[in-house]
C-alpha cells in the first residue's frame, strides 16, 4: 500500500485552503473529509445534531470509508484532510500505523466563533479540539515522537516556510508550484456538505498568501461560546506548544 498522509484538522481552520494545495501538486490523490460524510451523512449519522429526515446515504458507513481509502492507497499515494473526532472510537495501534500524520491547529477563539456563525445551534462534540489532542498524544507514545503540528496562523503568516516544513514532516517533496492557482475553482466538487457553501471564499482566493493575523474578542461573544472556549483552549495550547516555529 502506498503511503497515506492524514492531516487532523478541526472545524474552520483554513484545512479546506490548505487541502486545496496539496491538491494543485498532482502527484497524490486528495479525499475531502471522508470519514466526516459517513460521520454526519452515513447510513447511521453519528453527529449529535442529528435528527430523523436528515440526508443519510445508504452503504456509506466509517467501515466502508476506510475500505475505499485502502483501495486508493493500493493504486498510488493518498493524501486526506479529516477531523479525529470522526474516528476516534478506531484509533488502534494497526489502524493508525497506516498513516502518515500531522496536524492543523487554530486558535478556538476563531474558530468557535466561526463555527458559531454557521451553525448557532452547534454542539459541543463538534469542536473537535479534545480528540485532537487525544489523537497526538497517542501517536507520541505509539511513535516516541511527536507528529508534526502547524497553527493556521502560522501557514498564513509564512505560507511557502510552513508548507515547506509539513512536506519534509511528512517525507513528501515540496512544491512551491502548488501554493498559487488561478481564481474560479469550485471547492464544491469535492465537498458533501450542503453544496460547499462553507467555501466560498476558497472558490475565490488565487493560493495560500501571507495574510495579516486576525485577532477576535472573545469577550464579545455570546456567553455559551465563551463557556466552550475556556474549556477547548488548553487542548489547543498542548499543542501550540509543539508546532513546527519557521
Known amino acids: 500500500m502506498h503511503k497515506i498522509v492524514?492531516?487532523?484538522?478541526?472545524?474552520?481552520?483554513?484545512?479546506?485552503a490548505f487541502e486545496w494545495m496539496m491538491r494543485q501538486r498532482g502527484d497524490l490523490e486528495c479525499l475531502h473529509e471522508p470519514f466526516g460524510?459517513?460521520?454526519?451523512?452515513?447510513?447511521?449519522?453519528?453527529?449529535?445534531?442529528?435528527?430523523p429526515g436528515a440526508v443519510t446515504t445508504p452503504g456509506l458507513t466509517l467501515e466502508s470509508v476506510w475500505d475505499d481509502i485502502q483501495a486508493r492507497a493500493e493504486k498510488g499515494p493518498v493524501f486526506l484532510k479529516d477531523f479525529p473526532h470522526y474516528i476516534s472510537h478506531m484509533w488502534t495501534p494497526e489502524f493508525l500505523a497506516n498513516f502518515t500524520h500531522a496536524f492543523l491547529i487554530r486558535d478556538p477563539a476563531k474558530t468557535i466563533t466561526s463555527m458559531h456563525d454557521k451553525w448557532p445551534d452547534i454542539h459541543?462534540?463538534?469542536?473537535?479540539?479534545?480528540?485532537?489532542?487525544?489523537?497526538?498524544?497517542?501517536?507520541w507514545v505509539l511513535n516516541g515522537s511527536a507528529p508534526p503540528v502547524i497553527d493556521s496562523d502560522d501557514l498564513l503568516d509564512k505560507?511557502?516556510?510552513?508548507?515547506?516544513?509539513?512536506?519534509?514532516?511528512?517525507?513528501?517533496?515540496?512544491?512551491p508550484e502548488a501554493l498559487s492557482w488561478e481564481p474560479g475553482g469550485d471547492p464544491s466538487e469535492h465537498s458533501w456538505w450542503d453544496g460547499g457553501?462553507?467555501?466560498?471564499?476558497?472558490?475565490?482566493?488565487?493560493?495560500?498568501?501571507?495574510?495579516?493575523?486576525?485577532?477576535?474578542?472573545?469577550?464579545q461573544s455570546p456567553e455559551r461560546v465563551q463557556q466552550v472556549y475556556r474549556r477547548m483552549i488548553p487542548h489547543y495550547q498542548r499543542l501550540y506548544e509543539h508546532r513546527v516555529v519557521v
Open 6 to 16: 492524514a492531516l487532523w484538522a478541526i472545524p474552520r481552520s483554513t484545512s479546506t
Open 37 to 51: 460524510e459517513a460521520w454526519y451523512q452515513g447510513e447511521a449519522p453519528l453527529w449529535h445534531r442529528y435528527q
Open 124 to 139: 459541543e462534540g463538534e469542536v473537535g479540539f479534545p480528540d485532537q489532542r487525544a489523537l497526538f498524544d497517542l501517536l
Open 159 to 175: 505560507p511557502e516556510e510552513v508548507t515547506q516544513a509539513f512536506c519534509e514532516g511528512v517525507g513528501i517533496d515540496y512544491m
Open 197 to 219: 457553501s462553507f467555501h466560498a471564499n476558497l472558490a475565490r482566493s488565487t493560493g495560500l498568501t501571507r495574510q495579516k493575523r486576525k485577532y477576535i474578542d472573545i469577550d
